[in-house]
């Protein structure tokens, strides 16, 4: 009886650690991206313009395609 009580808590302890560790995760990520929101087209045309390059919409449309395209290929791995 002792073992089974010992299996039993430790199966108990698992799931609240994954339940706590989801959470967890979850609130992180919120504040990360709250913090570090993902680049829009706003933020790629004032990167730009701080290199120098007038920023034409073409360009624009081709850079976040592109980063989109990076971003899904990084996610596929």
Do not use: T
């Amino acid at each position: 009886m002792g073992m089974g009580l010992g299996i039993l808590i430790f199966v108990i302890g698992a799931l609240l650690g994954a339940v706590a560790g989801f959470f967890g995760a979850r609130a992180y990520m919120k504040k990360y991206f709250q913090d570090n929101p993902p680049v829009n087209e706003e933020m790629l045309k004032a990167m730009m313009m701080q290199m120098g390059q007038k920023p034409s919409e073409k360009k624009l449309n081709q850079m976040m395609n592109s980063m989109k395209a990076q971003q899904k290929r990084s996610n596929d791995k």
